[in-house]
Each structure stands twice: as C-alpha cells, then as structure tokens.
C-alpha cells in the first residue's frame, strides 16, 4: 500500500473511531444541563390548577396488580368529585372484572368497568376504547393515560396538574421509578437506568424545550391537547406515547417533565423479559424516526423537535450500537495500519469515556438517592466489568501487560499482547455479542446460573444496545408488529 493510500485509511478509521465517540460526548452534554434544570424550568408558569380529570387504565389479565394500582387512585391527595378512573378491560381471561367491579362498589362507582369483547389488539386500541368515553362526556378537562400495575404516589397528579395552569402547555410526564419491594439484578440495572434516562435525561429536554417522549404510564393531557392530535393515539407504531409526544409539541404545545412527581412501577427481572420489552420499544422509536423524518435539524419557531442538540442526542442514542460498531472497526483497523496512532486514538477515546463515565455516574446516583441505596452497584457497574477493565488498561497502559503477569510470576508473549489488545479494542462489539450469549444462557436450566454473573461482565449498556440491533433487524425483515405485554406480578412497594 502506498503512502497515501494508508494515509487515506488511516484517516477513515480515525474518523470511525470519533463517530463512537458522538455518543458519549452527547450523554456528557445532557448531563451538563441537569443542574441548569433547577434555574431554567417550567415552575415559574405553573400554579395550583386540580382540572377534573379521567384516568384511563388498558388491563389485559391484570388481575395480581390492578387492585393496589386502583387503591392508591382513590388515595391521591385530589378532590375526590374531580377524579373518575375508566378501567378497559382488554377481554381479560383472569379475575381483572371481578377486581374492578368490586373496586367500583368500593368507592361508589367513580371506577367505571369498561370491557372489550375483542381483545390482543394492542394497547393503543386499548386506550383509544377509554378516550372515546372520557371525550363523549364534557365533564372531563385533562385526561390520565397510566399502566394497570403503577403506584402513583399521593402528590404525584397534583404536582402534574399544576403544569396545566399554562396554556401552552399540553402534556405532563412524571418520574417512573423502579419499585419492586425486593428488586432483583436485572431490576436493580433497570433501575439504575430509568434515572439516567427519566430523572436526569427528561430534566435536560426541559432545558431544551423538546421532549422525546412521554412516559407510557404517567401522561396527563389537557383535553385541548387530546381532541389536537386527533382525539385518539396512534395504532400505526409500537410506540403511540412517543408519537403523541411528538404531536403535541408540532401542534405547537409544549410537554413538561416534572420531576417530583414520582410513580412506582414493576420492571421485568430476567434478560428473556427484558428483550421482549425493550425489542417493542426499539422498533417503536425506529417507527418514530422514519414517520418524522421532516422533523430533524430543522429549526422551527413552533417547536424545539428540529434543534440541532435535540437531533444530535435522539441519534446518539438510536444509532448508538452502530458508533461502537465503528469504532471497534476503526481501532482494529489501525492496529494493522498503523499501530501507534491505534494506541494514542485508544487511549484517547477511552480517556474521553471515562470522564464521561465518572462524571454520569456521580450525577445518577446523587440525582436519585432512594435508587443509589437500592441499586448503587449497579451503577457503578453499568458499562460492565470488562469495560472497566478496559478503562484501567487505558488509563495505566502496563497495569495488565506487564505489572500483573509480572505479580504472578508470568511474561506476556507477543503473541498475547496481540490478542490482549485486539481484544481491548474490540471490547464494544464483543460485550454486545455476549449479551446474546446471556440471553441463550437464561433459557437454559442447567447453566441458568451463570447468566447474571456474566451480566455484571458484560455491562447493563451493551445488553441494550444487541437489543436494539434485534429491533433493526426485525423491522428491517418486516416482523410482525406485536404489542407483547409485559407480565406483571404485584411486586411493587406498597
């Protein structure tokens, strides 16, 4: 190879690696807004407003879960006469009619039973049976979209509510936080996460004025906002909170995050859950991009959807196993090219993931110190043990070549040095490839038990990103688009 020509590929696979390092500098600038959340907010345009407000509740067979969710409705410090719940029995085969029925005549029929007769058609057909309802009547002024199994805790709608006192104002998410009474690994990971991409994430879009996203179990909608995007939610995407979402805000209404509205929910404990869960999201949010494709990096007076901060950390995140892609292409190809600019460009994209890492981790587990006491490993670990390792490799670069062989008496070959660095290097693509190995490893009784200790290995980061490349390749072959349900079994805190 000529001198330009390996000129030329050295300078394609430098710019591989910086297009992994995309990401993390995104996730670096959301965070930086956190703390501007708490001078630039909507509070000072919120006042006390208690709007009469429906709650509609899908439940499909949420009989174990449905009763506690209903009790705690009843409890929110709300004017009783302002607040009716529509339950849409989905044509549930358990014990979910008798539940709300006997809730109803609990609480003198502000619960009202709504059955379907045809179920399995998706939650967003689910919803849309409730809202024809709560739209028939003129009673209603806001309406509550929630999940059977949430816990909204006592000021949660109250502290939404208030939001709506504004007139731009379309809709109000609140802070879902895990809530399982004994969380377990994959729980406490979940946990973890929602922080970074609930509390910490939806407090910088705030900052933005551009929101990716409403919670699917916690939106309040005005009902102005509600009869603006056609008075029903989307059936064409697996993901209708994100497109209602992006309606409100293109209709011209803003939607808020408040985060000290806080509601407890049940989230999947084993990795086979999380994949069915997680592969419906995915796609959704693949669904989205293409539908809205006019939206991004087009600025607007109208809304803030078109920004280039916002356009830049959607992608980040939707394309982030392709930017890790990259760069484990582009290091290992400078190792055969050119070996010392693989080193410098090593260390310097690991020194960059690093301050990323300490600097999220600390804001995480300060943002939301009831999930730090539950799930403060857990963070810590996020990126998984090897990429911890990793870290420590760029950052002491003879730690593990020389000092620790050296300490057991050993002497690192050639040879090893090699496959010790292409391994460095290619950690990204590999963690991602294990996480298939976790999944296949959960299936299978016998050796079910080593799934969670290589979790920890691998990193919560990468198992999300495999599924995401699940959810690229399902939609790309044209799978069929079915709304799993998540199984819930009343775990959540009381």
């Not at 009843?74 to 529509?86: A, I, N, Q, S, T």
């Not at 979910?96 to 709504?114: E, F, N, S």
Request: hydrophobic letters at 50%; charged letters at 20%; a neutral charge.
């Amino acid at each position: 190879m000529t001198g330009v020509g390996q000129d030329a590929l050295v300078a394609v696979f430098v710019a591989f690696v910086g297009i992994g390092v995309i990401p993390v500098l995104a996730g670096l600038y959301q965070y930086l807004l956190v703390p501007v959340h708490a001078f630039r907010n909507h509070l000072h345009a919120a006042a006390p407003r208690l709007p009469r407000v429906v709650v509609i509740v899908p439940a499909w067979n949420e009989g174990a879960v449905l009763a506690a969710s209903l009790d705690r409705l009843m409890g929110l410090e709300y004017p009783p006469d302002r607040l009716k719940v529509f339950v849409v029995d989905d044509a549930s085969t358990d014990d979910t009619p008798d539940v709300v029925r006997a809730k109803a005549a609990q609480y003198d029929d502000r619960i009202v039973h709504l059955r379907r007769e045809q179920g399995g058609q998706g939650k967003a057909h689910t919803l849309n049976h409730g809202i024809r309802y709560a739209l028939d009547d003129d009673w209603m002024q806001a309406l509550l979209i929630m999940d059977a199994d949430v816990i909204y805790r006592p000021d949660s709608l109250r502290r939404m509510a208030r939001h709506l006192a504004d007139e731009n104002v379309g809709a109000v998410t609140a802070f879902i936080r895990e809530g399982s009474g004994r969380p377990g690994t994959v729980a406490r990971f979940i946990g973890y996460e929602y922080v970074t991409a609930q509390a910490a994430a939806r407090r910088a879009q705030n900052v933005m004025g551009a929101m990716a996203c409403l919670a699917g179990g916690a939106q309040l909608h005005s009902r102005e906002n509600l009869l603006a995007v056609g008075g029903q939610v989307d059936t064409s995407t697996l993901a209708e909170d994100t497109y209602t979402t992006f309606l409100t805000q293109l209709n011209g209404r803003r939607v808020v995050f408040e985060p000290a509205a806080v509601v407890l929910a049940e989230e999947p404990d084993t990795i086979t859950a999380l994949w069915k869960q997680r592969v419906r999201w995915a796609r959704g949010n693949v669904q989205i991009t293409r539908t809205f494709a006019r939206v991004w990096f087009r600025p607007s007076r109208k809304h803030n959807l078109g920004s280039l901060d916002f356009g830049i950390i959607w992608f980040a995140i939707y394309l982030l196993p392709v930017a890790m892609t990259l760069a484990a292409v582009g290091l290992v190809g400078l190792y055969f090219v050119a070996s010392v600019t693989a080193t410098a460009v090593f260390e310097g994209f690991w020194w960059v993931a690093v301050s990323a890492y300490v600097f999220i981790t600390a804001t995480t587990l300060l943002l939301d110190r009831e999930t730090a006491r539950r799930s403060w490993f857990e963070g810590i670990v996020f990126p998984g043990l090897g990429a911890m390792v990793v870290m420590t490799a760029a950052w002491f670069p003879n730690l593990w070549e020389e000092r620790l062989p050296q300490l057991l008496g050993l002497e690192m070959t050639e040879t090893g040095r090699a496959v010790w660095t292409l391994t460095l290097y290619s950690w990204s693509v590999l963690a991602m490839l294990l996480a298939w190995v976790i999944r296949i490893l959960e299936r299978i009784r016998p050796v079910r038990w080593l799934a969670l200790p290589l979790l920890y290995v691998v990193g919560f980061g990468p198992v999300l990103c495999a599924i995401t490349l699940d959810a690229y390749v399902k939609q790309w072959r044209g799978a069929a688009a079915v709304w799993d349900k998540t199984e819930k079994t009343g775990r959540v805190m009381g």
